[in-house]
Structure formats: structure tokens, C-alpha cells
């Protein structure tokens, strides 16, 4: 072999491993498109979710919606100012106390009343918020007012 | 080894390293393609969504998923739902999990059936085959 073959030999074998650092890039863009796509095809938004969990809020007499209780009838949109509770929250969403950051945490807050509660694992991280348009019962009777429900997604 | 020869061998190595990038590209983009993960991964976070909006009705209601799913086994646990087929490995469930009210509970199972219906009764939630007068 004549030192031209040598080097017709060797420079393949610098092409190739160039080739080979290419081809594995391509390969892992290719793989993360897909991966993106994916997630593009089941995400789901955000502020649905949040909406979807927010409702028993204010429609769960196991949460902070009024029932009577002499009739057992639960009224949504009305909110039990003695409900209104941390101990009530704990009752009615409670995530895990350890890994709890990762779903979804609320702050509530009743603008006029100008009382909140927080969910075991809210950290003040504001990703958006909710408002809702609500009556609060309270020993005088019924006033109107505004459920903000601030909403921290998983940090 | 001569020059003719290992160009020859180089060339072959080449079109067999053309040839292989090709298929395994070609059979991930066509197994992502037909795959049921989409399909799985939405049905199990459909599902969530359905039991949390059950958790926030105070009512008991009975609720059908409004697609067919022969294809799928579901379960149905006090925190989460799992969606997946029968000939899969554990590694290809597709699971879910929400968080219930205390004193509330969910369970059940449907193992693939075409109609799937969500029941909330007092604070219980069931997973279960829809009946025939439920339409």
C-alpha cells in the first residue's frame, strides 16, 4: 500500500467520524420533534385544568359551598364565610405534603371580605389567576364579592 | 490490503450505514405514527379532568365518555386512572392523578368495552360500563 492509499484510508475515517457526530444530531433533532409533536397533540391548557379543579370550590358543600341545613340543599356560587378556612381547604384539596408541589396549589381570596386561605404547598408563585363572580353567607346574610383563586402550576 | 479493495469495502460500509440510518428513522416516525400513546395519554387526562369536575358537584351524576373504547382497559383508584391495553407492559400505562376531597372515594374498572361511564354517587366515583338505558 503506497502512502496515497494510506491517506485515501485515513481521510475516510476522519469523514466518517465527522459523518457519525452529524448523523447522531440529526437523529436526536429528529427524536425531539417527535417528542414535541406529541406533546403538542395531548397538552391540555392550563387555565382549564386550574378551572376544572377550582369548581368544587364553589360548588362543594365538602368544600366552601353553602348548604342548608335544613333542607341538605347546596347552593354553588355561594360561599360559607364559616367554611373559610385553612382546616376546610385541607379537607377539600390537599396535596401531598412532600412532593405536593407539583399540582396544582391555590390562594383564595374574597376581595371584599379581604380574606384568603392557601392550599399546603402555595409558595406564592402567581402563574395566573382566576376570578369568579360569587354571594358570600355570612351571619348578617348574603353579600356580593369576588373569589380570586390565584393558581401556582408545579414548580 | 490493495486500494481497489478497500475502497470497495469502505463503499459497502457506507451504503450499509445509509441504508440503516434510513429504516431506524422510518420505523421510529412510523411507530410514533400508529402508536396509542396520544391516544392514551388524552384518554387518561380526559378522565382526570371528568373526576375533578365530579369532586366539584354535589349531586350524584352519571357521566359518558363520548368516544368508543374497545381498544382500552381502564382503572380507576382513590388517586389517579390508568389507560392502557392488555398485551402492554407495565412501562406503557398511561396514568393520571388527581386529588379527591376527604371522605370521598373512587374505583372501579372496564376492561374493553365500547361504553365508558363515570358515576358520582353521594361521595363515591365509579368507573364502569355504561348500561343500556344510560343513553
Not at chain 1, 48 to 77: E, I, W
Not at chain 1, 122 to 140: I, S
Not at chain 2, 67 to 73: F, Q, R
Request: charged share 25%; hydrophobic share 40%; with cysteine.
Amino acid at each position: 500500500m503506497s502512502d496515497d492509499d494510506v491517506f485515501e484510508v485515513a481521510r475516510k475515517n476522519i469523514y466518517w467520524m465527522l459523518i457519525g457526530v452529524v448523523i447522531t444530531v440529526v437523529v436526536f433533532v429528529f427524536a425531539l420533534i417527535l417528542i414535541n409533536h406529541q406533546n403538542r397533540l395531548t397538552s391540555v391548557s392550563p387555565r382549564l385544568n386550574a378551572d376544572f379543579l377550582a369548581h368544587r370550590f364553589l360548588a362543594n358543600s365538602d368544600c366552601f359551598a353553602y348548604q342548608d341545613k335544613d333542607t341538605g340543599r347546596t347552593y354553588p356560587g355561594i360561599i360559607d364565610l364559616n367554611k373559610f378556612t385553612t382546616e376546610q381547604m385541607n379537607k377539600c384539596y390537599l396535596p401531598d405534603k412532600e412532593k405536593g408541589y407539583i399540582d396544582y396549589n391555590f390562594k383564595l381570596s374574597l376581595s371584599n371580605e379581604q380574606k384568603s386561605i392557601i392550599t399546603n404547598n402555595f409558595y406564592n408563585k402567581d402563574d395566573f389567576t382566576l376570578h369568579y363572580l360569587v354571594l358570600v353567607k355570612t351571619t348578617t346574610g348574603l353579600k356580593k364579592d369576588t373569589l380570586i383563586i390565584t393558581v401556582q402550576q408545579k414548580i | 490490503m490493495n486500494k481497489k479493495a478497500s475502497s470497495i469495502l469502505m463503499i459497502i460500509f457506507e451504503l450499509l450505514a445509509v441504508i440503516l440510518i434510513i429504516w431506524i428513522t422510518t420505523e421510529v416516525a412510523y411507530g410514533m405514527g400508529k402508536s396509542d400513546t396520544v391516544v392514551k395519554v388524552n384518554l387518561a387526562t380526559d378522565l382526570k379532568m371528568m373526576v375533578n369536575t365530579l369532586a366539584g358537584v354535589s349531586g350524584d351524576v352519571v357521566i359518558e365518555y363520548p368516544l368508543n373504547v374497545v381498544n382500552y382497559t381502564f382503572t380507576l383508584s382513590q388517586n389517579s386512572v390508568s389507560v392502557f391495553k392488555k398485551t402492554e407492559s407495565d412501562q406503557q400505562k398511561v396514568t393520571r392523578t388527581f386529588i379527591l376531597p376527604t371522605g370521598y372515594f373512587a374505583s372501579g374498572s372496564l376492561d374493553e368495552k365500547s361504553r365508558l361511564c363515570l358515576e358520582k354517587k353521594d361521595k363515591n366515583i365509579f368507573l364502569r360500563e355504561c348500561l343500556a338505558e344510560e343513553k
